[in-house]
Every structure is written in structure tokens, then in C-alpha cells.
């Protein structure tokens, strides 16, 4: 994929960063309930949340000493705003760093950054 | 220009500046920049050549474990290079006579005359200082695979060369190359052995960023153009839509 800008919200809104991503990921998954009849056998399928997940590995475009991307902060990108899983990887002796993150979305709900 | 949440968050959510940013050439160039093909090169012969040429006119083997290991129990100045180092004649006659000679024929006692009676016969002594430049780039060379690894703070304590160390890195490299530990340790180069060991963390740890990472000054050049960007594409839209 080509290269994408995006900014992730660092410490709520106090903050935020933006990031040049190298590439980024997706993927989305459903979360279904099921019918079945008095031989157990599924009559009916029904989907009633779906999640898309976001792999992103970029470079952040503010000096590290001030800021600390992490777990539980929001990230917009590629048209959509996702809740930061796990931060992966984050070089801590380069200038600006190179972090490599998972987030997520489920349906259209509401993403509040941890505080 | 000073960016405030707004504009950063305009600018993730705007279609056109994403193809601003996906197609500027500046950032492709500075992209590229990051391989240093020369570089590159040394790596390929180093791996595939068992014989350098060091000073146009002395061959020589590349760096093995066991030769790393050797020179740090010596205290050679090459196993901790900062740009304030100097080096001796005889600590480059000892490099070059460990680069061409096999670990059954180094004598501790006797090194440093051997040492010396060997670089006279390559005229060393009288171009110390090329010999020194070029010893150190092979150690450049050698460490070079290692950029791939994620970084991290690093400690201020001087590495440890020890048997310990040459011991756990060979017995990678072997596992990984299918050979046995003692020839990793005596006749594969050590960037070849970083290299397999790079491999070996891949596959143990496959979520970490494993990748030719930008030197310092050029991921400031590429977030300079990136600001340049921003500030342009901000500007034109404001100035539209006044």
C-alpha cells in the first residue's frame, strides 16, 4: 500500500502526532448469533457487530522526546479513526521514531482514548 | 509553520492530501536514500568471497567470530570505535595478522612480534593510517546486518566479546545456516553471522519492525519534506476556501 498520513491523539487530546505509514493492514472480522431447530442443526445466521482491525507500521513525524505513543490512544488514518491495541515496537534511540501499532474499530461506536 | 490538532486532523482525513503524500517524489527519493548501495555490496562479497582485499594489495579474511573475540580479550581499539580513536601501528599489524592467519598458528606470547614481522612484509608500517581507516570500515561492515534489528536505549557498559558471547552467536548462525558451530565461529564472516541471527529474531519475535531503518539524518530530511507538505496542501486550502 502506498504511503499514508495519519495522526494518532498522544496522552487524550492533550497531544497529537502525526505518522507517515510504509504500510498498513486491514482486516475485518464479524461477530455472529446462530439459530438452530430441535435437531441442533443452524437455521439461521445472523451478523450483529463487525470489527475492522488496522495494521500500521510508520514513522512519526514529531522528535520522540516529546511524546509516548501507546496502547489505548486513537489513530486516524486511511479515512477512519481506530482505537490503538498494542504499539509493537518503538525505537527509542532514533530522532523520530519508527512504531509499528494494531488498532481496531466494532461498528460505529464511539473510541474514547484512555486516560 | 505550527500545526495545531485541526490540521492534522484535516489533513489524515483529506483524500487529496493522501495522494499528495503517496506520490511525492521527494519522499521516494529520500526513501531510497536510506540503502547505501556500496554498502550492500561489501555485504554480498563478504558472504560469498573468502578473501578481501584490504589497501589494494593485501588479501585478507573477513572478520569471524573467533577473530572478534580474539581482539577483544586483546583491548584492540577497533572493538570500541568512537570517532576519537586512534590507532597504533601495532594495532593494525595484530588486525591484519589475525585477518591472515589461522587460529592454529596465534600464539598469545608471541602475537605482537609476529604481528609486526608479518605488516613489515605488507608494508604497513608505513601507511598506518590507511590501514587503520580501511580495518575500521570492515568493522562497519560487519555490524551492518544488525540495523535491520529493532532499536533500543542502548547501555552505556562496553559490550562483552567473550567465549559466552562468540559461543551463542555461532551456535545460531550454525542452526539457522546448517553448519556446525566451530566453522561459524572460524570461517564465516561476522556479517553473515549477524545476519543469520537477524533471521533467527525474525522468527522468533515476527511483530517487531525488522527493516533498513532510516539514519538520523535522513528521517529529518523526510520529516522536513513531510512539514513542507503539510504546510503547502494547508495553506492552498485555506487560501480556496477564503
Known amino acids: 500500500m502506498a504511503r499514508q498520513f495519519g495522526v494518532i491523539a498522544v496522552g487524550g487530546t492533550a497531544a497529537i502526532t502525526g505518522i507517515v505509514a510504509n504500510s498498513v493492514e486491514f482486516s475485518d472480522s464479524i461477530e455472529k448469533a446462530t439459530a438452530r431447530n430441535e435437531q441442533g442443526k443452524v437455521t439461521d445466521t445472523k451478523a450483529y457487530s463487525k470489527g475492522v482491525s488496522i495494521s500500521v507500521r510508520g514513522k512519526l513525524d514529531t522528535p520522540r522526546a516529546s511524546l509516548s505513543v501507546s ?45 | ?15 487529496e492530501f493522501e495522494k ?10 529520500i526513501e531510497a536514500s536510506r540503502i547505501d548501495y ?16 584490504i589497501c589494494g594489495d593485501v588479501p585478507v579474511r573477513p572478520i569471524t567470530p ?16 568512537d570517532e576519537n580513536t586512534e590507532f597504533t601501528a601495532l594495532d593494525c599489524a595484530i588486525f591484519v ?27 604497513l608500517l608505513e601507511r598506518v593510517e590507511d590501514f587503520g581507516k580501511e580495518l575500521a570500515a570492515m568493522v562497519n561492515t560487519a555490524f551492518a546486518p544488525l540495523d535491520l534489528l529493532p532499536k533500543t536505549n542502548r547501555t552505556k557498559e562496553p559490550p562483552v ?49 525488522y527493516t533498513k531503518h532510516m539514519p538520523d539524518w535522513c ?18 486550502h485555506f487560501r480556496e476556501t477564503e
Open chain 2, 97 to 123: 595478522f589475525l585477518l591472515t592467519h589461522a587460529p592454529e598458528e596465534l600464539d598469545y606470547a608471541t602475537i605482537e612480534k609476529e604481528s609486526l614481522a608479518y605488516a613489515d612484509t605488507v608494508h
Open chain 1, 71 to 115: 496502547a489505548g490512544q486513537t489513530i486516524v488514518i486511511a479515512g477512519g479513526t481506530y482505537m490503538i491495541d498494542s504499539v509493537t515496537v518503538s525505537e527509542t534511540n532514533t530522532e523520530f521514531a519508527d512504531v509499528s501499532l494494531t488498532a481496531s474499530k466494532n461498528d460505529d461506536s464511539t473510541l474514547e482514548a484512555y486516560s
Open chain 2, 20 to 29: 499528495v503524500v503517496a506520490s511525492d517524489p521527494v519522499l521516494d527519493e
Open chain 2, 38 to 53: 556500496a554498502l550492500e555490496r561489501l555485504l554480498l562479497f563478504e558472504a560469498v568471497r573468502g578473501t578481501l582485499v
Open chain 2, 219 to 236: 528521517s529529518r530530511n523526510y520529516v522536513e519534506r513531510l512539514n513542507q507538505l503539510k504546510a503547502e496542501f494547508i495553506e492552498n
Open chain 2, 66 to 81: 573467533f577473530i572478534w573475540s580474539f581482539l577483544w580479550t586483546l583491548k584492540s581499539p577497533f572493538v570500541n570505535i
Open chain 2, 1 to 15: 509553520m505550527t500545526f495545531t490538532p485541526e490540521h492534522l486532523l484535516f489533513l489524515a482525513n483529506s483524500p
Open chain 2, 161 to 209: 566479546y567473550d567465549a559466552d558471547w562468540m559461543l551463542s552467536v555461532c551456535s545460531v548462525a550454525g542452526q539457522e545456516a546448517n553448519f556446525s558451530a566451530l566453522r561459524v565461529a572460524t570461517e564465516l564472516p561476522l556479517s553473515a553471522v549477524f545476519g543469520y541471527c537477524v533471521i533467527r529474531a525474525r522468527k522468533s519475535k515476527p511483530d517487531c519492525v
